[in-house]
């Protein structure tokens, strides 16, 4: 027989506010313009060898949940100020000593990109705590 209702249940859930869902960066001021809590910018580096220039940002995980977990955090595609879409040369994620991660993200330095940039947000460590129960059926 089959059930009659069926509910997930938890106590958290991996989810962003819904308007915290981008990062807004003045490439031209080295500042993070918007961005999801616990992103900050360590450093903006230009890379003549690679041509790119990569900027790296500090992430705040929880020490519990994040442990053995790297982030993507951004979607390759991004824009700039004009409405005109780039794609980042790379990004990585390394875990820094504590709880913190570092996210790297290249950007090809022969753009002329317009200030700001937007990127969205696609993989974030944000939990909504406290129980809930979702019906599925």
Known sequence: TEPQKLYLRGK???ASDKDKTKLVFDLDRKKI???P???SLDQVTDNPEEKTIDIVFSLKVDPDLDELRGYSLLSFEFTDKDGDSYSMARQSCSPIPG????S???LSSDQNYQSPLTF???DYPSRI???FDIPIK
């Open 12 to 14: 958290s859930i991996r």
């Open 33 to 35: 313009l918007e961005s």
């Open 37 to 39: 809590p616990g992103l």
């Open 99 to 102: 709880y913190d991660q570092r």
């Open 104 to 106: 790297s993200v290249s």
């Open 120 to 122: 969205q947000i696609q």
């Open 129 to 131: 705590k406290g129980e």
